[in-house]
């Protein structure tokens, strides 16, 4: 699960004393210096990508210690943001979606019905970077979902059909199946 990884990704490589990320694990002696990677070139840096990952678990577990770390993140690297802010893109993508509303978005549905499918597919036509996508199937997932996020519990299919419940500052619209319905949410009308 991803706050696993995450939590893997703090112990071995989070500097406690500055804040971001090191390129090295704490144990690696034998470096005589431990650098920060901090510049989004072919790929994005694995700061930027963590500092967005931490936001999202944020939106999603509403833990404030994890917005802290990206706050610590985007602080530690801030100079270079000033400096050069073309050069971290998708860091200031992440920082951006700090600065939001996300939206939360909730599928309760089968992973391979084609009603779900539907669902997802609305999503996904829309240009949405704020967002975080959490997909319920009302099995095992669900369940460990549910037990670190008490309110996805009740999320789940409406009259047998995958259900989208589309959510803005953790205050959700009236779930529906239709995804014309779906459509109007998304954008905001």
Not at 33 to 53: C, F, H, L, Q, T
Not at 112 to 141: C, I, M, Q, W, Y
Not at 152 to 166: D, F, K, S, W
């Amino acid at each position: 699960m991803a706050t696993r990884l995450q939590d893997t990704q703090d112990r071995l490589f989070w500097d406690r004393q500055d804040g971001a990320y090191f390129s090295t694990p704490v144990d690696a002696g034998h470096l005589l210096v431990r650098m920060k990677e901090d510049y989004d070139g072919a790929e994005p840096a694995a700061n930027s990508v963590s500092a967005i990952n931490l936001l999202r678990l944020w939106q999603l577990m509403e833990d404030d210690s994890w917005r802290a770390r990206a706050g610590a993140t985007f602080t530690a690297l801030s100079g270079r943001m000033a400096r050069s802010g073309t050069a971290v893109p998708q860091l200031v993508s992440a920082l951006d979606f700090r600065q939001s509303a996300p939206k939360q978005i909730v599928i309760a549905g089968d992973p391979d019905a084609s009603d779900t499918r539907v669902l997802l597919r609305v999503v996904h036509d829309r240009f949405l970077p704020n967002k975080v996508l959490a997909l319920l199937d009302g099995g095992e997932g669900q369940a460990e979902m549910a037990r670190l996020v008490p309110q996805l519990a009740g999320m789940t299919r409406r009259n047998g059909r995958a259900t989208i419940y589309v959510c803005e500052n953790y205050a959700c619209q009236l779930p529906t199946n239709d995804p014309v319905v779906a459509a109007r949410l998304l954008d905001g009308r």
